[in-house]
């Protein structure tokens, strides 16, 4: 099975930047799209941007769309989720998950914090 494990999360201060790793225990599929979650205390999960392991194509929250991009090395299995100009809002845990079809996905990390101070 699948194992995620996300690493990166801390305590910022808002403008600062920070990134965070998706590892995957096993190599991704073509098949695959890969999403970055994030819930903060009290609020609804929100996905915060895919990518399309096939082709690279990615797409982003409005909130965070020209802050946060994705990226990955297909070598090392490692997506990653680099996070600009960050706002207190974006305080919440992010988790990784990957599925086979855009609307679902199948195999979740455990989450890592991410504070951001004003």
């Known amino acids: 099975q699948l194992q995620l494990v996300e690493s990166g999360g801390g305590v910022v201060q808002a403008g600062d930047s920070l990134r965070l790793s998706c590892t995957a225990s096993a190599r991704f599929f073509s098949t695959n799209f890969v999403a970055w979650f994030r819930q903060a205390p009290g609020k609804e999960r929100e996905r915060v941007g895919t990518?399309?392991?096939?082709?690279?194509?990615?797409d982003y929250a409005v909130s965070v769309k020209g802050r946060f991009t994705i990226s990955r090395d297909n070598a090392k299995n490692i997506v990653y989720l680099q996070m600009n100009s960050l706002k207190p809002e974006d305080t919440a845990v992010y988790s990784c998950?990957?599925?086979?079809?855009?609307?679902?996905?199948?195999?979740w990390g455990q989450g890592t914090q991410v504070t951001v101070s004003s």
């Open positions: 990518v399309t392991w096939s082709d690279g194509r990615t």
């Open positions: 998950a990957v599925g086979y079809n855009w609307n679902k996905y199948s195999y």
